[in-house]
């Protein structure tokens, strides 16, 4: 029969066995912290308020209640995580540049292996509040959190598989308080991950621009050249038949000629353009080499410009618009050619760079949840 152990050896072993309980208890969150002291990742990435929209953006946080601190907070870390990619190089962040007002200065983007797609990545600027719900250049996706499950299953971009995605994320112990925080329990799926990537993104904004000031009625915001060209923009030139409201886009999708090579002889003249645009997904003809119209905000951070970065500076653009587009058998009957001297080009172009804003700002987080 064992002897009884003495009174201080027993109390020595409850306390042994309490540090374990209460080491087995701790939350993943905690690993790699001091105790009682956050992670290094979320101190540099904390909760924060929604903020408020700048003058001019559309943006109402009341009209997307899906958008919630916790889930911005969480989706911060998933657009800049390069571990949702296939090979672990690219994420989000690498075609939709911080620096570059949420797109990019190269003509298209650049995916894993260093696989070139055939489209330069849209701004996100102000994008959850649209005028129609529609995103990518082509309108295949219906929501932003749509939108953000695209790449990650592009061969060319992330190249991975929603259900890998999933499986990777949920491996990191480190995520799985912040996604209890979100949703109310630590479960991941790609629905939940699409999510909050989608409100982080609906997190950058833009407003407060020196033409915003202007039509707020501080006359003194534009200069004399950006006033001209505000009258151009809004008359003769007619830019807002489709650079319209305070996103300074339509939402709909219009052919420019942009990609139209012409066909051969006989052929069909669809296969005079690369790429078909908005025909792709719904195989009307009437929407044949046409492209959603994107924001102008900002548009001075991310040349070159257009879906397949064609042209390469403002002027070239303008110098398109004015020529009357490129000549194809399904051109918008919005485009037609205008006479303008190279000084109203100059002033069209001192608006545009009236149009760079604040409020999408910002930069990676130095750690991630791990």
Avoid at 77 to 84: E, H, K, Q, S, T
Wanted: aromatic share 10%; net charge neutral; glycine share 10%.
């Amino acid at each position: 029969m064992a002897r009884p152990l003495p009174p201080a050896a027993t109390a020595a072993l409850a306390c042994v066995g309490a540090l374990l309980l209460a080491c087995s208890a701790a939350p993943p969150s905690r690993a790699g912290a001091a105790p009682g002291a956050p992670p290094p990742w979320e101190r540099d990435n904390p909760v924060r308020a929604l903020p408020t929209p700048p003058l001019g953006s559309p943006a109402d946080f009341a009209a997307v209640p899906w958008v919630t601190p916790q889930k911005v907070r969480l989706g911060r870390w998933l657009f800049f995580d390069a571990r949702l990619s296939a090979d672990g190089t690219v994420s989000c962040a690498s075609c939709h540049e911080p620096d570059h007002a949420f797109s990019e200065l190269e003509p298209v983007s650049t995916g894993i292996r260093g696989q070139k797609g055939s489209r330069k990545a849209p701004p996100i600027l102000n994008a959850a509040w649209p005028v129609y719900p529609v995103f990518f250049w082509d309108g295949r996706a219906a929501s932003l959190a749509e939108q953000a499950k695209g790449p990650m299953v592009n061969p060319i971009e992330m190249g991975n598989t929603h259900e890998n995605v999933v499986a990777t994320v949920a491996a990191v112990a480190g995520y799985r308080p912040y996604f209890a925080e979100a949703f109310g329990d630590p479960g991941v799926d790609i629905d939940r991950i699409a999510e909050a990537i989608a409100a982080y993104e609906a997190t950058r904004l833009s407003g407060n621009a020196a033409a915003d000031r202007f039509d707020a009625g501080d006359a003194s915001a534009l200069s004399p050249a950006a006033r001209r060209g505000r009258e151009l923009f809004f008359g003769r030139a007619a830019c807002n038949q489709c650079h319209l409201g305070p996103g300074y886009s339509d939402g709909k999708f219009h052919n420019l000629g942009v990609g139209w090579k012409g066909h051969a002889r006989g052929s069909p003249p669809e296969l005079g353009f690369a790429d078909p645009g908005r025909f792709k997904v719904t195989r009307n003809p009437e929407d044949m080499g046409a492209f959603k119209t994107p924001t102008l905000r900002d548009c001075t951070k991310r040349a070159p410009f257009m879906h397949d970065g064609s042209s390469r500076t403002l002027r070239e653009v303008m110098e398109l618009y004015f020529r009357g587009g490129e000549e194809n058998p399904w051109l918008s009957e919005k485009i037609r050619r205008v006479g303008f001297g190279r000084g109203e080009i100059d002033d069209l172009i001192a608006f545009m760079e009236a149009l760079d804003g604040e409020g999408w700002q910002d930069e990676a987080p130095r750690a991630f949840p791990r």
